[in-house]
C-alpha cells in the first residue's frame, strides 16, 4: 500500500497546498495528457464526432471524465461500442488517426513552463511517463520546446495505453533516488494506480481526463492546478 508523508488525504485548497510536498522530493514524474498537456476537450471532441457517425449517445466532457479510465478499451466498451461488430483495432486506430491530424491545435497547460522551471529551479530533476506513443511523445515535446527540461522522455510502444506500470517500475529502477524521494504528478484515477504500484507519491490534479469527485475517490492528495503547485515552491523557497 501506498504510504503517503502525509496526515490523510483530502482535497485541499490553496491555503493547505504546502501540506503536499516536502523539500525531501528529489525527483518529480509528470504525467503528459491533462496534466501538462491541456487535450481533454480534443479527445472529447473526436469521441463526440465518432460516436455520431455511428448513431451512439454522445459525449459531454461530465461524462467523458466519468467514463474514461484505462485500459482505455473498457472504456470503449462504456460508451457502448459493442466489439463483436466493429473490433477495438478499427475505432481505436480511428481515434488515434483523428487525434495526430489535429494535435496541432492543443497546447500546454497555462502553468505548464512555469511550473517545469520551478521544479528545476529547486533543484529537482524531472522526466515524463505516459501513455502516449513514444516516438510522438519525443517529437511533440521537442516541437513545444519543453523535452530538454526532462531526464527521460517515457511513452509506450503501442496505441492502447498498455504498459505504463512496467515503464514506470523499469524507470524507477534505473534512478539514483529512493522511492520516497520521488513525487508523481498526475490528472487521472490510474496516475494513482500507477504511483501505487512504484511505491511513490502521488499528487492530483483535477482538470484534464478524471474529474475531482472521481479523484478524490481514489485517496491521493489534490490541488486545484499548476498554479497551487508552484505557489507552493515559492513559499517554501522563501520560507
Not at 474514461?68 to 466498451?77: G, Q
Not at 524507477?172 to 498526475?186: A, F, K, N, W, Y
Given at each position: ?21 516536502d ?16 487535450d ?13 457517425k ?16 484505462f ?71 521537442a516541437?513545444l ?13 503501442n ?10 517500475k523499469?524507470?524507477?529502477e ?8 520521488v513525487l ?14 512504484l ?10 481526463h ?23 515552491i ?6
Amino acid at each position: 500500500m501506498l504510504k503517503f508523508r502525509l496526515s490523510g488525504w483530502r482535497p485541499l485548497t490553496l491555503s493547505t497546498d504546502a501540506e503536499i510536498l516536502d523539500q525531501n522530493y528529489k525527483h518529480i514524474i509528470w504525467d503528459w495528457n491533462g496534466t501538462l498537456l491541456d487535450d481533454a476537450w480534443l479527445c472529447v471532441d473526436i469521441m463526440d464526432g465518432m460516436l455520431a457517425k455511428r448513431g451512439m449517445k454522445r459525449l459531454t466532457l461530465e461524462r467523458y471524465q466519468r467514463l474514461f479510465d484505462f485500459p482505455v478499451i473498457d472504456y470503449y466498451r462504456r460508451l457502448g461500442f459493442d466489439f463483436k461488430k466493429e473490433s477495438f483495432e478499427v475505432s481505436g486506430t480511428e481515434f488515434i488517426n483523428i487525434y495526430e491530424k489535429r494535435r496541432g491545435e492543443v497546447s500546454l497547460k497555462e502553468d505548464a513552463v512555469a511550473m517545469i522551471e520551478r521544479v528545476r529551479d529547486m533543484g529537482m530533476t524531472q522526466s515524463l511517463l505516459s501513455a502516449y506513443q513514444q516516438s510522438t511523445l519525443e517529437q511533440l515535446t521537442a516541437d513545444l520546446g519543453i523535452q530538454h527540461y526532462f531526464e527521460r522522455v517515457i511513452g509506450l510502444d503501442n496505441h492502447y495505453a498498455f504498459g505504463k506500470i512496467e515503464n514506470g517500475k523499469m524507470w524507477l529502477e534505473e534512478m539514483t533516488h529512493d522511492p520516497q524521494e520521488v513525487l508523481l504528478i498526475g490528472d487521472t484515477v490510474h496516475d494513482h494506480v500507477v504511483a501505487s504500484e512504484l511505491n511513490i507519491d502521488c499528487l492530483l490534479i483535477p482538470s484534464g481526463h478524471h474529474s475531482e469527485e472521481k479523484l478524490a475517490r481514489c485517496g491521493s492528495p489534490l490541488v486545484q492546478s499548476l498554479s497551487h503547485i508552484e505557489n507552493f515552491i515559492e513559499k517554501e523557497v522563501t520560507a
